[in-house]
């Protein structure tokens, strides 16, 4: 028709993805082999924030230094002033598609409890793991105390289960598994991730990638040694419309179908 609009403009690309760095609280090292609770305490990643859609996209440890008592019930060995210390960082991916993800809420997996304080490094192979189930995305995963009876906990001491929240996204169905290599050593403590050169365990962005698994383990290593595995997900960063732009392109389209012929509930509409 020579009144026919040219065709409706595409939407604007979707924003580069928000990653936001949010690092956890330094807790003791005990320079021991051996590990303890509060190296257990600051084993996992701060939680990414779901209210504000965050993803978890990737995860890894720095030294600090740690004051004496800076967390309640945390003291230096031999109660020196200060000491060596270990954080964790998370990096989290701001992912809009969770807006419109089907399939409802957030789930919370929790694995068996098993040893740890006084164990060493090799003990959290396979043991320190966070698997998501399909179609959603870890937002944080996190050890956490015996909840058993006290009698228990003094029968059996030490013990943790490991906790992972994971959040609906959409897609997820291409990833890919990453190894960090076989840099940290079975014997060592907690301070052994820090006493190496540890690697970043982290997702691309720029692949719309985020995390839906992480886990020490000693495949692909030689004896001796464990690395860090994780799955990356492409979950797609949707366009983000407002509600008027969403009306004008659809009133574009619609004067568009008319012009060409369309039917009559488009001329209605």
């Given at each position: 028709s020579p009144y026919a609009l040219p065709p409706s403009p595409p939407p604007p690309p979707p924003e580069a993805p928000t990653?936001?760095?949010?690092?956890?609280?330094?807790?003791?090292l005990s320079g021991d082999f051996l590990i303890t609770h509060?190296?257990?305490?600051?084993?996992?990643?701060?939680?990414?924030?779901?209210?504000?859609?965050?993803?978890?996209?990737?995860?890894?440890?720095?030294?600090?230094?740690y004051t004496n008592d800076d967390v309640r019930g945390e003291s230096c060995p031999g109660s020196a002033p200060t000491c060596d210390g270990l954080r964790s960082i998370a990096r989290c991916v701001?992912?809009?598609?969770?807006?419109?993800?089907?399939?409802g809420a957030c789930v919370t997996i929790k694995s068996d409890l098993t040893t740890l304080v006084g164990r060493r490094l090799g003990a959290l192979a396979a043991v320190a793991a966070a698997e998501c189930?399909?179609?959603?995305?870890?937002?944080?995963?996190?050890?956490?105390?015996?909840?058993?009876?006290?009698?228990?906990?003094?029968?059996e001491p030490g013990m943790y289960s490991f906790e992972a929240e994971c959040c609906p996204?959409?897609?997820?169905?291409?990833?890919?598994?990453?190894?960090y290599g076989c840099t940290l050593k079975t014997k060592y403590s907690v301070g052994g991730i820090v006493a190496t050169e540890y690697p970043h365990a982290e997702c691309d962005p720029s692949k719309d990638e985020v995390m839906t698994s992480w886990q020490l383990t000693t495949e692909g290593c030689p004896a001796g040694f464990l690395q860090v595995a994780t799955t990356c997900c492409e979950t797609p960063q949707f366009?983000?419309?407002?509600?008027?732009?969403?009306?004008?392109?659809?009133?574009?389209?619609?004067?568009?179908?008319?012009?060409?012929g369309?039917?009559?509930?488009?001329?209605k509409r």
């Open positions: 990653v936001t760095l949010v690092a956890g609280k330094c807790g003791p509060a190296e257990v305490a600051h084993l996992a990643p701060p939680a990414c924030d779901k209210r504000e859609n965050q993803l978890l996209m990737g995860a890894y440890y720095e030294a600090c230094t701001v992912k809009h598609n969770q807006d419109v993800a089907q399939g189930p399909p179609r959603t995305a870890l937002v944080s995963w996190a050890p956490k105390t015996d909840p058993r009876p006290w009698y228990a906990r003094k029968a996204a959409l897609a997820l169905d291409v990833c890919k598994t990453r190894k366009y983000n419309l407002t509600t008027a732009n969403a009306q004008k392109f659809e009133a574009q389209g619609l004067v568009a179908s008319v012009l060409r369309g039917s009559d509930g488009d001329l």
